[in-house]
């Protein structure tokens, strides 16, 4: 009986000799003069495809085989045999080959060897069959393995927050709002739309971070991590932001600044590994097609040690720099990407993880330090992307926190839970965010991050 076999593993040699079944989809067919064809197949396995030997005393041959095209899909069955061919253990002699669906040569529009980004973007349901969207697809994939590995590995819990929520984390607006009121006809109470009549009894959204319920768990239970989904609806149409992305938070009960860098730097550093170890074959195209540094600097950042870094002594590299910024820089604004690039780009060459921010440009739970003035915030930034992580210890200390939140004009009553967590049995406690896309984007050497998951939301963009 043959064996129904990836492609991944019927193109290593060990598997000479095999009877297999591969299926696939077609990526091209030849045919040469001597009566046969040659069918390269992918089944998103691996990066390669195999290559198929579809000769003319197959039934099907003149009627079907030689009708195949880009985007056909069929199974094969055959002997893998050891290939003669430059760049390839293997290839298969077809024995029997069944069509399941051709796809039209004058309308499939996967037809050209290369398609711009742009394009690809319009036909989402069909880039996932291009080189560049299979390796993001397994890259992605490796990266959230490894995310649930390492905190697995380091004894966090995983837990799930709540995907509609009535807290803005930041403090500020941009976020998407979740009603069952009828907009036409909403209820109003005087001039104000009645958010009582609302199915929560009150104003809810998608949530921008799930950082306040991961803390809940880390209060109560040591090391939790959360893993989802995140919204903002900030309306920057750069090639860094999407208004709906993936991110990872872990929280950690008694971890100062400094443990949560430690972290930091060793969970990235988990992340560049398992990606050069698993998969080889994606990350040599990024390397080839992409982007020709990034297998360097991963490998240069596994062995590295990242920079660490006072907001302080950033602001003074960046005004002794001697460079004309866009934007102006000084004591007390926050950093633009431009300047998160200086730093890792020009002046380091490696991870910065830039901390003690002043206490006016972050949220109300970035705990401050004893100069009043800062806050115990750091931020990961790495060249080209800028800013992947974003994190702090938290404010612990009931008074000072209650402090914050007047002085940034939240409502205490709103966060009576939050408060809570500091009324009974405060710790010291830290935690961060790292964007999934942003990691991936970095890794890839992919110069949007509309490109680096399956189907981007951005501003005027949901169609599939
Ligand atoms: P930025 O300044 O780059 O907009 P931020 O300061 O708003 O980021 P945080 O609120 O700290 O970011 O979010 C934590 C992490 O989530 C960031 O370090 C980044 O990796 C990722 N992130 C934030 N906003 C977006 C977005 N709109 N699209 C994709 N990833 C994002
Ligand atoms: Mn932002």
Not at 50 to 58: F, K, S, T, W, Y
Not at 146 to 154: K, L, R, W
């Amino acid at each position: 009986m043959p064996e129904t076999m990836s492609i991944a593993k019927a193109r290593d040699a060990g598997a000479i000799g095999s009877q297999v079944i591969l299926r696939g989809w077609v990526r091209t067919r030849r045919d040469s003069k001597a009566g046969f064809s040659f069918i390269e197949l992918n089944d998103g396995s691996c990066f390669g495809n195999i290559q198929i030997i579809a000769g003319g005393e197959l039934d099907n041959y003149e009627s079907e085989v030689k009708r195949l095209s880009a985007g056909s899909s069929i199974t094969v069955s055959g002997t893998v045999k050891e290939s003669p061919g430059k760049g390839q253990a293997t290839e298969l002699q077809a024995e029997e080959v069944t069509v399941h669906g051709l796809a039209d040569v004058e309308t499939y529009p996967l037809q050209k060897k290369r398609h711009s980004f742009e394009f690809l973007r319009t036909i989402a349901h069909l880039r996932p069959r291009t080189n560049t969207f299979g390796a993001i697809a397994r890259v992605r994939n490796c990266v959230c393995r490894s995310i649930h590995g390492f905190f697995q590995d380091e004894g966090f819990l995983y837990i799930h927050t709540p995907i509609i929520t009535a807290s803005d984390c930041e403090g500020a607006g941009e976020m998407f709002q979740v009603t069952t009121l009828d907009l036409a006809n909403p209820p109003k109470k005087g001039p104000e739309i009645d958010f009582a009549e609302d199915f929560f009894d009150r104003p809810t959204f998608l949530p921008v971070s799930g950082q306040l319920d991961a803390e809940v768990f880390a209060c109560s239970l040591g090391k939790a991590y959360t893993f989802g989904p995140t919204f903002r609806a900030e309306n920057s149409n750069t090639s860094r932001h999407l208004a709906e992305f993936w991110m990872v938070e872990p929280e950690m009960a008694f971890f100062e600044l400094d443990d949560n860098m430690d972290l930091a730097e060793r969970f990235l550093k988990r992340i560049f590994r398992d990606v050069l170890d698993q998969c080889p074959e994606d990350m040599e195209f990024f390397n080839k097609r992409i982007d020709k540094t990034v297998l360097e600097t991963l490998q240069g950042i596994v062995a590295s040690r990242f920079v660490r870094l006072p907001y302080t002594e950033a602001i003074e590299i960046l005004k002794n720099s001697g460079r004309k910024f866009d934007f102006p820089i000084d004591w007390g604004t926050d950093l633009q990407a431009e300047h998160e690039r200086y730093l890792t780009e020009r002046h380091f060459k490696c991870p910065v993880i830039l901390y003690d921010y002043p206490r006016t440009i972050k949220p109300f739970y970035m705990r401050v330090n004893d100069d009043g003035r800062t806050v115990r915030a750091m931020d990961v930034l790495v060249p080209k992307v800028g800013e992947i992580i974003g994190g702090s210890q938290r404010e612990e200390r009931l008074d000072v926190l209650q402090e914050r939140m007047a002085e940034q004009d939240l409502n205490a009553e709103d966060y009576w839970w939050y408060l809570d967590l500091r009324r009974y049995g405060t710790v010291p406690h830290s935690g961060f965010g790292l964007g999934l896309e942003r990691v991936i984007q970095f890794i890839t050497g992919m110069a949007n991050i509309r490109d680096v998951l399956p189907f981007p939301r951005t501003p005027g963009s949901a169609e599939v």
